[in-house]
């Protein structure tokens, strides 16, 4: 269908008339299709009427809505007209039923409705007898109970999914009397049992709790442990409050055949988030146990030392108290000298000055003290990794000379000390110009390479002491431990030992003699 050509407007005054090329164009622009004059447009006036509308399916007009009768009584309750509906439905009746449940009748008229109580039991499902209402009627029995029983118990909360079991609670751990207990940083329970299983004696060894592990073989001495004891005793008190004197008691019998020798108390917790809620119980038990040491026995108790070094020094006992719990702690007695820490717990709290350059001052001071030994004054000793000159620090201020080794700067507070010389060099191509005393590393290097670089200094016989500190990767650290200490062992270095100290992160200090 052609849309008729709209005819044209008369000129407006004032309005420029259109050329008629301009018409023309406009004639020649393609028509989009059929569409009515807009002349023969129907005036807004003449609209229709609302009543004029077509019904919609023999709807009644609003004007014309029945009357409504008398509402039927519940029971009766009449049925409603069919309703055309929009979607075609199946009847409730068409249902396939679920089981043998009974069809329901029509409800009953409110006046006439029985009570709860009297309700018919459903059979239906397993289906259970309705229960008594509060202030309707006398109290009627179900399942045996009357209206105070018991509450109905709530449905359990589905448990989230975690990545890993929740660790057991810590006073419930499973201990065998006479077992080794290792404690060690939490992340690192692994490592141990990797190291006992390298020892050849890693049978039946196994978590019992963080940073706690069990071990049925001999004592091994693990680069990874910062303490170890043999669980003697496991003490197991009412409360707190009869703890102490139940860990006195059980100390005083550890040491019944050596009652003549000196001893040290550690009383301490596993460094983990859920050993550390016993902190509180262990500073009473370290308060309360000598007080009760006392009153058991007034000798006994008046051959206690302040330190474990003071004990190991005289030959005496380490008497050590690990706390699981409120009411639960391992006691144990062993000759200080055998110790595998002198600190309780292997937690070894170092302090340094202000004027230190890093915390790697802590680290030092922690592995001298570890040691057993340190630089005196005068003593010559090559640090190599000095920069910014944590361990430097510390050796200046015991009177050594320091020949520093790094690429980087040192602090500005250690360029004006007369005892340090700096070399601006790599520390593989470093050689001293004669032996020194002490040899000191802190490298952030690959720490194969580091070992073959530190046994190089023993073979050469260019060193009569060694302390390093060695990084470790991410993954095989106890494998990683043990290829450094055999590298460092065949090197010519003797007595050569490993430990991941207080201060220590993802690495382990190492020390060794040369004769």
Same mark, same amino acid.
């Given at each position: ?50 009543? @004029? ?22 029971? &009766? ?43 018919? %039991?459903?059979? *239906? ?13 006398? *109290?009627?029995?179900?399942?045996? $109970? ?39 940083? @939490?992340?690192?329970?692994? !490592?141990?049992?990797?190291? $006992? ?7 039946? #060894? ?11 073989? %001999? ?5 990874? &442990? ?26 005083? +019998? ?13 009383? =301490? ?9 016993? *902190?509180?119980?262990?500073?009473? /038990? ?8 006392? #009153?058991? +026995?007034?000798? =006994?108790?008046?051959?206690?030392? !302040? ?5 190991? +020094? ?24 055998? &110790?595998?820490? /002198? ?17 790697? *001052? ?7 003290? =570890? ?11 090559? !640090? ?15 009177? @050594?000379?320091? /020949? ?34 002490? $040899?000191?590393? +802190? ?8 070992? &073959?670089? /530190? ?61």
């Amino acid at each position: 269908m052609n849309r008729p050509k709209r005819p044209g407007s008369p000129a407006r005054p004032g309005r420029k008339p259109e050329s008629p090329r301009s018409t023309d164009n406009r004639r020649a622009k393609p028509e989009r299709g059929a569409k009515p004059d807009r002349g023969a447009k129907p005036d807004r006036g003449a609209k229709p009427t609302r009543s @004029a509308k077509p019904e919609r399916g023999g709807r009644p007009e609003r004007g014309a809505k029945p009357e409504r009768g008398p509402k039927p009584e519940r029971g &009766a309750k009449s049925e409603r007209p069919s309703k055309p509906s929009r979607f075609a439905k199946p009847e409730r009746a068409e249902r396939p039923e679920r089981g043998a449940k009974p069809e329901r009748t029509s409800k009953p008229s409110r006046p006439g409705r029985p009570e709860r109580g009297e309700r018919e %039991e459903r059979t *239906a499902r397993g289906s259970k007898p309705s229960r008594p209402t509060a202030g309707k009627g006398p *109290a009627k029995e179900w399942n045996g $109970l009357t209206r105070s029983g018991p509450p109905k118990a709530k449905r359990a909360a589905k448990p989230k999914f975690e990545f890993a079991p929740p660790s057991a609670e810590i006073s419930k751990i499973p201990l065998v009397r006479g077992e080794w207990l290792y404690t060690t940083r @939490a992340g690192y329970e692994q !490592d141990i049992l990797e190291e $006992l299983r390298l020892a050849h004696r890693g049978e039946g #060894a196994r978590v019992i709790a963080p940073s706690l592990i069990a071990s049925p073989k %001999e004592y091994v001495d693990c680069a990874f &442990a910062r303490q170890a004891m043999p669980a003697k005793t496991i003490v197991k008190a009412e409360n707190a409050l009869a703890l102490d004197r139940a860990v006195t008691v059980a100390l005083r +019998d550890a040491m019944r055949d050596q009652t003549d020798k000196k001893w040290a108390l550690h009383v =301490w917790f596993p460094d983990s988030e859920e050993g550390n809620k016993s *902190a509180r119980v262990a500073d009473v /038990l370290e308060r309360t146990v000598p007080l009760q040491a006392n #009153a058991l +026995d007034v000798q =006994w108790a008046a051959r206690r030392v !302040d330190s474990a070094r003071l004990a190991r +020094d005289a030959g005496g006992i380490l008497a050590q108290v690990c706390v699981l719990g409120p009411n639960r702690a391992i006691v144990s007695a062993t000759p200080a000298v055998e &110790a595998h820490s /002198l600190h309780a717990g292997g937690r070894a709290r170092m302090r340094v000055d202000n004027a230190a350059p890093s915390r790697a *001052a802590m680290k030092l001071e922690e592995a001298l003290d =570890w040691f057993g030994a340190a630089p005196s004054a005068g003593d010559e000793c090559v !640090d190599l990794g000095a920069a910014p000159g944590g361990w430097t620090h510390v050796l200046l201020q015991r009177g @050594a000379k320091v /020949l520093a080794v790094d690429p980087g700067a040192m602090a500005p507070s250690l360029a004006k000390n007369k005892n340090l010389e700096h070399i601006s060099g790599s520390a593989f191509e470093i050689e001293p110009k004669h032996p020194v005393d002490w $040899l000191f590393c +802190d490298m952030v290097w690959r720490p194969l390479e580091v070992a &073959a670089m /530190l046994a190089k200094w023993a073979r050469r016989g260019w060193a009569s002491m060694l302390v390093a500190n060695i990084k470790l990767p991410m993954k095989a650290k106890a494998e990683f431990v043990k290829r450094i200490l055999e590298t460092l062992r065949e090197g010519g270095w003797h007595r050569v030992r490993a430990r991941q100290l207080y201060h220590d992160r993802e690495e382990v200090t190492v020390c060794a003699h040369r004769k």
